[in-house]
Each structure stands twice: as C-alpha cells, then as structure tokens.
C-alpha cells in the first residue's frame, strides 16, 4: 500500500514541478517538490495518504480563489 502511495503521490509532484516551471507558478513549484520528499520522509501509508491529499488540494483551491 506504501509504495502504490508513493509512487501516485511522486508522480503527481513530478506533475506539479513540470507544470510549475512552464507557467512560473510558485504554489505549483513548492507542492510537487513538497509531494516528492514526503514520500521518502513519511512511512505510514495512511498518513502519506492524508498530507499527499492535502498538498494536491492546494494548488486546485488557490487557482478557484478559495484559499
């Protein structure tokens, strides 16, 4: 289950730096470099789960005005 998370959670950071870097975008830029170190800092698939949700969730709500 860790490793399905990890490598969802890593890809989608991968993602989110390539998408940063083309349109300069900071909140893009810090959340995929923030999903790819999480998964070689956190160990508990559940909680992978929880913070990988919450840092994909950033970038959707600041680009609908919400945060």
Request: hydrophobic share 55%; aromatic share 12%.
């Amino acid at each position: 289950m860790y490793l399905l998370a990890g490598l969802l959670f890593s890809s989608i950071g991968g993602v989110f730096l390539i998408v940063g870097k083309r349109t300069y975008s900071t909140p893009y830029l810090v959340c995929g470099a923030v999903l790819l170190i999480a998964s070689y800092l956190i160990e508990n698939a559940l909680v992978l789960m929880l913070v990988g949700s919450v840092v994909c969730a950033i970038p959707y709500g600041i680009s609908r005005g919400w945060i």
